[in-house]
């Protein structure tokens, strides 16, 4: 199984400030047929179902603010979010869409300063 | 627009059975793979299983391999999970969402299984 990792834990950024999360897998995700990584980020607020964000590692979701931006390749991912809001508090995941089973990450709990 | 509907949570007593439920619409529903992901009080989110837009192919996690199945009926465009021998560690909100090419792209409300004694 491919083990995602997420760092840090947990953050406190400012309003108007940058948060960014990083996401590693334990092998590349990049899929050679079609030159993708398959991975996914999702924001998840309390009794809420995830929302996505980001796929195919920097591809945004039709709806999500341009302030969301994905990037990475291979094994290390990172989510970027600018000019934070006082909505933009949540868990955010990472996962991992290249095999069975589709892990997640542990999750990075953003908090607003 | 897409919308997924989660019914069948509730609280089963450790080594009974569950059966789960998602009605979707809004959408071509044999044409796309469906997911179900949980989370434990506290705890991440933890993908669970997937079945093909036909139904012919699934895959699991291995916390419920064995233990879960899966099954849709495409002329009811509803996707369900059984949830057999349960466990107290199986207590957790369970959701379905909707497969995309990498991605689940809409997920139901979410439905709380407790499992106790």
């Known amino acids: 199984d491919i083990v995602m990792t997420q760092s840090p834990d947990s953050l406190a950024v400012s309003l108007g400030e940058r948060a960014t999360i990083k996401c590693k897998s334990s092998?590349?995700?990049?899929?050679?047929?079609?030159?993708?990584?398959?991975l996914t980020w999702y924001q998840k607020k309390a009794g809420q179902p995830p929302k996505l964000l980001i796929y195919w590692a920097s591809t945004r979701e039709f709806g999500v603010s341009d302030r969301f931006s994905g990037s990475g390749s291979g094994t290390d991912f990172t989510l970027t979010i600018s000019s934070l809001r006082a909505e933009d508090a949540a868990v955010y995941y990472c996962q991992q869409h290249y095999s069975t089973p589709f892990t997640f990450g542990p999750g990075t709990k953003l908090e607003i300063k | 627009q897409v919308q997924l509907v989660q019914s069948g949570g509730g609280v089963v007593q450790p080594g009974r059975s569950l059966r789960l439920s998602c009605a979707a619409s809004?959408?071509?529903?044999?044409?796309?793979?469906m997911h179900w992901v949980r989370q434990a009080p506290g705890m991440g989110l933890e993908w669970l299983a997937v079945?093909?837009?036909?139904?012919?192919?699934?895959s699991f996690a291995d916390s419920v391999k064995g233990r879960f199945t899966l099954s849709r009926d495409n002329s009811k465009n509803t996707v369900y999970l059984e949830m057999n021998s349960l466990r107290h560690d199986d207590t957790a909100v369970y959701y379905c969402?909707?497969?995309?090419?990498?991605?689940?792209?809409?997920w139901g409300q979410g439905t709380l299984v407790t499992i106790s004694s």
């Open positions: 969402a909707k497969g995309a090419i990498g991605s689940t792209d809409s």
């Open positions: 092998q590349s995700i990049l899929y050679s047929s079609d030159n993708k990584n398959y």
């Open positions: 079945i093909s837009g036909d139904g012919s192919k699934e």
């Open positions: 809004g959408f071509t529903f044999r044409n796309f793979g």
